[in-house]
């Protein structure tokens, strides 16, 4: 079965596809994806450590919640950026 957001009644968000594509697609082409987004986030919290130092979380927690709708729109865009690249892949 394949996942769908409750509020889509037409193709699905950005956010249901990208389930989709990680139940279905080439498990070897979605285990090097997720541990290539894994990676970058360790990445990317390091940077935020060595700027912010102990204040990472507080920073990160605030940043959710005034930039929420900002965060979102990014969130959809990650997730068609990596449908395209698993899709790409899986050919």
Request: net charge negative; aromatic share 8%; glycine share 4%.
């Amino acid at each position: 079965m394949l996942y769908e957001d409750e509020d889509d009644i037409f193709m699905g968000s950005p956010k249901s596809k990208f389930f989709d594509i990680l139940f279905n697609a080439n498990r070897n082409l979605v285990k090097e994806k997720l541990l290539d987004i894994v990676e970058r986030y360790n990445a990317m919290e390091l940077l935020l450590e060595e700027h912010l130092g102990s204040n990472v979380h507080q920073a990160v927690h605030s940043l959710l919640l005034e930039r929420a709708d900002e965060i979102h729109e990014r969130n959809n865009d990650f997730f068609i950026a990596t449908v395209g690249e698993i899709l790409t892949q899986n050919e």
